[in-house]
């Protein structure tokens, strides 16, 4: 019982480390390609 307790602690913090990390990764990644965009713009 103690261990299937262990497995489900753990399971629960990687899923909310993937989550938060997916999270940071998703805000940069369109804070990039609004960038990208701004410079296009400019550049033509």
Known sequence: ???DTIIM????TV?????VTGGILYCF????V???RHDETEKH
């Open 34 to 36: 609004k960038r990208d």
């Open 15 to 19: 899923g909310a480390v993937v989550m």
């Open 9 to 12: 602690t753990s399971l629960v």
């Open 29 to 32: 990644a369109r804070e990039g």
């Open 1 to 3: 019982m103690y261990m």
